[in-house]
């Protein structure tokens, strides 16, 4: 998630600048230095385009509430792929695709439930049908105002939480044009409700958080062996471009990285728990090696609590406790609490 937790890590490391241009009228590059309007330093999002009528919306620098979205079009129908935690920033997403000269969305995909990823539904419906899985809505709705109960002091706009009206089980497909967009539910992983976006003529796929680029893994309200299957899932897709959830578009390559490190969650917890350590001491004795590259590296603590779960034989996805977990992730973070910078 990026989103129903939140912090943001004292010493981040910003994440690359995409491999492909930004364009369209009045798009802002990843080295762009207009403040977001509560004045903070974060840069401002930017378009990508992947191929011809797809796009990637980039919010650097890819941490907490900083998700990626995008949109299909071909010139009469428009598909965009998640929206953002913010009024402002869901506003910008939607002049975004009227600069590049696309018509208004008729549809909007959501990844998963997280408000990042969803909080801005609402400036696109009811004009746009919002798709998700069914897990999606049902999360979405139980969870309420997400955002606001972690970070109340962000001003996020005027938000209508605005869940999926169109839900489906297993697999989805949509038409944009000549353009078929594929929805995939790969099972419980970042969440119960986590939904794959593949283009296969285009062979570009939007993961949602299944993939963060830069970032550390989050499956703390998932499943760490669901992950492991998603990133399967994933591969045998043969995609040549990757949209992650968080951080700079990318290659298949970018699933290495994140299976080494699930299993890495694994080995800890298997270890730690065999020595009767909680989940936050063998985050404190962690090694992270390779991985202390990552931002939000805190974020150990709360996949452990995970992995322990499901040592314990939890059912993936099973509700583990907030407090605990997130309250984990502060202290590991040194006492100070994640910031959202949306």
Same mark, same amino acid.
């Given at each position: 998630?990026?989103?129903?937790?939140?912090? $943001?890590?004292?010493?981040?490391?910003? *994440? *690359?600048?995409?491999?492909?241009?930004a364009t369209g009228p009045g798009a802002t590059g990843p080295d762009a230095t207009e403040p977001p309007a509560d004045g903070s330093p974060v840069p401002e999002p930017y378009l990508t385009e992947l191929a011809a009528g797809v796009h990637a919306f980039i919010q650097p620098d890819g941490g907490w509430c900083l998700?990626?979205?995008?949109?299909?079009?071909?010139?009469?129908?428009?598909?965009?792929?998640?929206? *953002?935690?913010?009024?402002?920033?869901?506003?910008?997403?939607?002049?975004?695709?009227?600069?590049s000269g696309a018509p208004a969305p008729r549809t909007v995909v959501n990844t998963h439930h997280h408000g990042d990823h969803t909080y801005g539904n609402g400036v696109f419906a009811p004009e746009a049908t919002i798709v998700g $899985?069914?897990?999606?809505?049902? #999360? @979405?709705? *139980?969870?309420?105002?997400?955002?606001?109960?972690?970070?109340?002091?962000?001003?996020?706009?005027?938000?209508?939480?605005?869940p999926p009206e169109v839900t489906y089980t297993d697999e989805l497909t949509l038409h944009v044009g000549d353009t078929e967009v594929r929805l995939i539910h790969p099972g419980v992983a970042h969440t119960t409700g986590?939904?794959?976006?593949?283009?296969?003529? #285009?062979?570009?796929?939007?993961?949602?958080?299944?993939?963060? $680029?830069?970032?550390?893994?989050?499956?703390?309200m998932g499943s760490l062996a669901g992950s492991l299957r998603a990133l399967r899932? @994933?591969?045998?897709?043969?995609?040549?471009?990757?949209?992650?959830?968080?951080?700079?578009?990318?290659?298949?390559?970018?699933?290495?990285g994140i #299976?080494?490190? @699930?299993?890495?969650?694994?080995? @800890?917890?298997?270890e730690g728990r065999a020595a009767g350590r909680t989940p936050l001491e063998t985050a404190q004795e962690a090694d992270l090696g390779p991985f202390a590259e990552l931002a939000e590296s805190e974020r150990l603590v709360a996949n452990l609590h995970r992995a322990y779960a499901e040592l314990d034989g939890?059912?993936?996805?099973?509700?583990?406790?907030?407090?605990?977990?997130?309250?984990?992730?502060?202290?590991?973070n040194g006492g100070i609490p994640m910031a959202c910078h949306a």
């Amino acid at each position: 998630m990026d989103d129903a937790t939140a912090r $943001h890590t004292a010493a981040r490391t910003p *994440a *690359a600048p995409a491999t492909t241009p930004a364009t369209g009228p009045g798009a802002t590059g990843p080295d762009a230095t207009e403040p977001p309007a509560d004045g903070s330093p974060v840069p401002e999002p930017y378009l990508t385009e992947l191929a011809a009528g797809v796009h990637a919306f980039i919010q650097p620098d890819g941490g907490w509430c900083l998700n990626n979205a995008g949109f299909v079009t071909d010139g009469d129908a428009t598909l965009v792929v998640d929206t *953002a935690a913010t009024e402002r920033r869901a506003r910008l997403l939607r002049r975004r695709i009227a600069e590049s000269g696309a018509p208004a969305p008729r549809t909007v995909v959501n990844t998963h439930h997280h408000g990042d990823h969803t909080y801005g539904n609402g400036v696109f419906a009811p004009e746009a049908t919002i798709v998700g $899985h069914a897990s999606c809505r049902r #999360e @979405l709705l *139980a969870a309420g105002h997400q955002l606001h109960a972690v970070w109340p002091e962000v001003g996020y706009g005027d938000i209508h939480l605005t869940p999926p009206e169109v839900t489906y089980t297993d697999e989805l497909t949509l038409h944009v044009g000549d353009t078929e967009v594929r929805l995939i539910h790969p099972g419980v992983a970042h969440t119960t409700g986590d939904t794959i976006v593949w283009l296969p003529r #285009e062979r570009i796929v939007f993961t949602g958080d299944l993939v963060f $680029h830069g970032g550390t893994p989050f499956v703390f309200m998932g499943s760490l062996a669901g992950s492991l299957r998603a990133l399967r899932t @994933l591969r045998a897709l043969d995609a040549v471009t990757v949209v992650p959830g968080h951080g700079p578009v990318t290659g298949p390559e970018v699933y290495d990285g994140i #299976e080494r490190y @699930l299993r890495f969650v694994g080995r @800890l917890a298997e270890e730690g728990r065999a020595a009767g350590r909680t989940p936050l001491e063998t985050a404190q004795e962690a090694d992270l090696g390779p991985f202390a590259e990552l931002a939000e590296s805190e974020r150990l603590v709360a996949n452990l609590h995970r992995a322990y779960a499901e040592l314990d034989g939890a059912a993936p996805g099973v509700p583990l406790d907030p407090f605990a977990g997130f309250g984990d992730m502060t202290v590991l973070n040194g006492g100070i609490p994640m910031a959202c910078h949306a």
